[in-house]
């Protein structure tokens, strides 16, 4: 049982760049597990490094762009990461997403950081909320940590998703009391939590985490409407990273069957049994009416940071342009029609989640959120268009993408000269750029980043039926109706 002043206490000097924060993730004696495996030093493990090199980036773009990706911040006054700061202002919405769109970019994945800062935002209003309701001050609460999460610059992992169990059920219902996190016990000090998160992106990567209810909560589940922050190596804390597609040909030896060896996106599924919450850190505990707002909230934020794809986007169409260069159809009308196809997708995207940050409106906290609808038709696009520009960047590449041999073949002796021969593209092209470029393309749309381009797109922050649930709410048929009666001349609506 530690008090919030000893958990800070080992974050007292910032983390300045991207290798300091490599070098902060350290010696950290995490209960991780991989492939059946407890991981000694998760930064030294092959596979999961790469996911820790794409959260690096957010902490190297804000050194190289601050414009970019660094923001003032009116709760400590400060200049913080882009990453920790809570929207003030359409404009810090507009510049989070060209940062996101800008990472993605850069690292052609999930660079994880944003889970933390849509928590971060969505548990600003809500707090204000419940303390302007109810006279409590998980408000302060909440603000005395953001501060001191601003001036130590570390990673917010943010846990939402239950396994949920019976989904016809309410937590106070399931068999399994565990498949909502909930509280076990309280005593004058803080409260204890069990239970556990799904896929939570960048956990391990994470130094704090933000638990927070997955669902609207009825009165019966007081003990399972709790927010709350813990530090990714309290005890009780097990990580169970999750299997990505190919990711263990990072351990085959060379780099470019990975097709991405660099970079990476990560989930994981945490369980949490009995884990110490000190008061200072418990930001809602049985304010079951607010779970509902906090999780509007939250996938309203989120939805919009489905932005990050066009970055990827902007990759993919690069590598499926390249492609076509190497095999000499560039010229080729269809080629040149589908990477138009590809960028309309691509823009569309991008446009509804801009517009979706121009639209913002503040809440009572101060905190600006995007607007609802046109965060919602943005992940729905999502959940759609990366497949479309996944498929025409396989069309424009050629069946190679899945039937080229590794690189162990290619720097074999007897048969890496017949590859080099019969693999050769346009004159002049190197046939190990031709296949790396088709690696690329693989990882992108059937491999290790195609969890984060294409299944996390489709799933990420709401599955479609949730944006549509969100759609028919707000899409306002009866005035639509009404327009349309007064211009054709009718005077009464049916009865
Ligand atoms: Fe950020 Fe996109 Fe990854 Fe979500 S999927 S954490 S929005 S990069
Ligand atoms: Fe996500």
Known sequence: ?????????DFATPIRGAEDYIASLRGRNLNVYFMGERVAEPVDHPVIRPSINAMAETFRLATEQPNLATAHSSISGQKVNRFLHVPAAPGDLVGKHEMQRELGRRTGTCFQRCVGLDAISSCHSVTFDVDAKAGTIYHQRFLAFLKRAQAANVVIGGAMTDPKGDRSKPPHQQ?????????TRRDGNGIYVSGAKMHQTGAVNSHWLIFMPTMRMTESDRDWSVVGAVRVDAPGLTYIVGRQTNDTRIMDGGAMDAGNAQFAGQEALIVFENVFVPYEHVFLDGEWAYASSLVERFTTYHRSSYVCKTGLGDVLIGAAATAADYNGVEGASHVKDKLVEMTHLNETIYSSCMAAAHQSKPVASGAYI???????VAKHNVTRFPYEIARLAQDIAGGLVVTMPSEKDLQNNEVGPLIRKFLQGRDGVEVVDRMRMLRLIENMTIGRNAVGYLTESLHGAGSPQAQRIQIARGMKIEEKKARARHLAGIAKPLD
Not at 370 to 376: C, G, K, P, Q, R
């Open 1 to 9: 049982m530690q008090d919030a002043e000893t958990l800070w206490a």
């Open 175 to 183: 068999s399994d009391k565990d498949l909502f996190l909930h509280v």
């Open 370 to 376: 995007n607007d609802e609808m046109l965060s919602n």
